[in-house]
């Protein structure tokens, strides 16, 4: 490995604090075995675990002058092999450490390896490298669905066309459904109709489930007139979308998907 000059405290201590997260993070007992593996001194064991994992890191890089030891507990901390079954762990710390790592000209690939990049000035390009606002949805339980649709947009955090194209992948959806070739509002009600439906949410049995298959249709004609149309006709510039609106629209989106999971679908009379 090539020396790695070291990092100032402020950037060493965000990746710590990034690697060693209440929830998402590694474990105490990772942590040892670790800074075991890569040779660091583990210098207080019964600190707090980021605090731990600094003062390992800071020590070694004090002492042989270079960064590399970070980059090698990252190497082995993000080694796919570990994260077989905990997949989700393993993007979210990805995301979050070439956050960090953007300010020090360093990124973590997708095979869990630390290469050189551009380093980042901004925050807002920090992020958008890392694809913060993807992270963010995994984060919220957002529907596969909307990655299979966006997945581009998302990385790039371009609100805007990201929203488009989740929306565009409801209707794609529900077409896949039904078979029906139309689109929005004819598109939905007649799916969703509830005389002769060709996708019920619910057993369509009581007054009730009636009602709510006649409020998810509305539902999902709405969600076109307010958010799909506006996107697919007005520019970009004219019609801003926020990360915050962003999400709560892939937060609808995701309801939307999670009721066709459970949608029985009937044969077209």
Known sequence: ME????????KLEA?????????????????????????????????????????????????????????????????????????????WLRS??????????????EDGKVIRTETATTLK????RAGALKSKLEDRGGHPEI???CRAELVEENY????????????????SLSSFTSDGA???????????????INALATETQVS???GFNNLLVGLFGAVRNPTAHAPKVSWPMTEQDAMDIFALVSFIHRKLDGAVVKART
Request: glycine share 6%; with cysteine; aromatic share 8%.
């Open 15 to 91: 990746a710590c604090r990034v690697l060693a997260a209440k929830e998402r993070g590694l474990t105490g007992s990772e942590i040892g075995y670790l800074l075991r593996d890569c040779r660091v001194e583990d210098v207080s064991p019964d600190m707090t675990k980021w605090k731990r994992l600094f003062n390992a890191l800071v020590g070694a890089q004090n002492k042989h002058q270079m960064g590399n030891h970070l980059i090698m507990f990252i190497n082995r901390a993000l080694d796919p092999v570990n994260h077989s079954r905990t997949r989700e762990k393993f993007e």
């Open 147 to 149: 990655f299979k649709y």
């Open 212 to 214: 709510e298959q006649k």
């Open 125 to 128: 390009e920090a992020r958008a």
């Open 96 to 109: 979050e450490l070439n956050v960090v790592l953007a300010f020090s000209g360093c990124g973590v690939r």
């Open 3 to 10: 020396r790695v000059p070291p990092f100032n405290a402020q």
């Open 186 to 200: 004819d598109l939905f009600n007649a799916a969703f109709s509830t005389k002769a439906p060709v996708i019920a």
């Open 160 to 175: 805007f066309h990201a929203v488009l194209e989740a929306v565009k992948g409801v209707a794609d959806r529900v077409r």
